[in-house]
């Protein structure tokens, strides 16, 4: 009980002492009196707080990247598949109807094509090119609340970072591989609002804030994300997504292999 309660300390320290931009939220931290408090919830009881999908679904998409260094980006609208917590595949298409990216996730594995440049991207080959927006899509789309959850409370983050646990939302502060990652879920009525930050060697590399809707009226459905403007300050992207109500159901096998497997 000692060691965790000292995981929890470390990691929600090393957010509270992050370092971010004027131009970005400030990283969530809780108090110390509210790491243990009435309003923590049990970190077992995480999956039924984030109502995560559970099975295969398809969303049509609008994306727009933008590359912070160069200036350049690219829009397309497309379809994604998302085989929760193991894989997906989104095919956008550009001007003309011609693919724009061809992208494919399953972690650690993944793969993005984009035939106007005649480039292809994989895994192996060091972190993902700049403006390629594979590290959200897989924290997004296949693993949302993916890592080890280190505490999670109620209420919501204020503009300062501190959590107001009068609010009615819950914040989940989560490691996943080298990163410290906060998500947090705001309701204002039905409304839901999505936040996210992600935090590497003291420093906010990454922030998102976005919407979801339950995909039903029962209180364990199921949410999904509508919308997400996410900013990466390292490496300096910006990523907008506007996504359709999902089509929920068995996906084919094939829909998530290998594009470049031989058979």
């Known amino acids: ?16 002492c992050a370092r971010t931009t004027d131009a970005g939220p400030a990283a969530p931290h809780l108090d110390a009196a509210q790491i243990d408090d009435a309003a923590s919830i049990p970190n077992v009881q995480l999956a039924r707080w984030a109502r995560v999908p559970r099975d295969d679904f398809k969303h049509e998409l609008t994306l727009t990247v933008r590359d912070e260094v ?3 980006g690219f829009s397309g609208r497309g379809v994604v ?11 956008l298409l550009g001007p003309g109807g011609t693919t724009a990216m061809d992208v494919w996730i399953a972690w650690p594995r993944w793969r993005v094509l984009i035939p106007a440049l005649d ?3 994989r895994d192996g080959s060091g972190e993902a090119p700049r403006g390629i927006p594979v590290p959200l899509l897989r924290r997004w789309l296949v693993e949302p609340f993916g890592g080890k959850p280190v505490a999670v409370h109620r209420g919501r983050v204020l ?67 509508t919308s997400a403007h996410y900013v990466s300050i390292d490496p300096p992207m910006t990523v907008d997504v506007a996504a359709e109500t999902p089509t929920v159901g068995a996906l084919p096998d094939a829909t998530f292999d290998d594009p470049d497997a031989v058979h």
């Open 81 to 91: 598949a998302v085989r929760p917590r193991t894989a997906m595949r989104m095919i």
């Open 159 to 225: 503009a300062d970072g501190s959590i107001d646990e009068r609010a009615q939302g819950f914040v989940a502060f989560l490691r996943r591989d080298d990163v410290e990652e906060v998500r947090a879920r705001e309701l204002d009525g039905a409304a839901m609002r999505a936040r996210a930050w992600w935090v590497k060697q003291g420093h906010v590399v990454a922030w998102l804030e976005g919407a979801e809707r339950p995909l039903g009226a029962e209180s364990d459905s199921v949410v999904v994300e």
């Open 1 to 16: 009980m000692r060691r965790l309660a000292g995981m929890v300390v470390g990691c929600v320290a090393a957010i509270a």
């Open 70 to 72: 160069s200036k350049r």
């Open 119 to 121: 480039k292809t991207f």
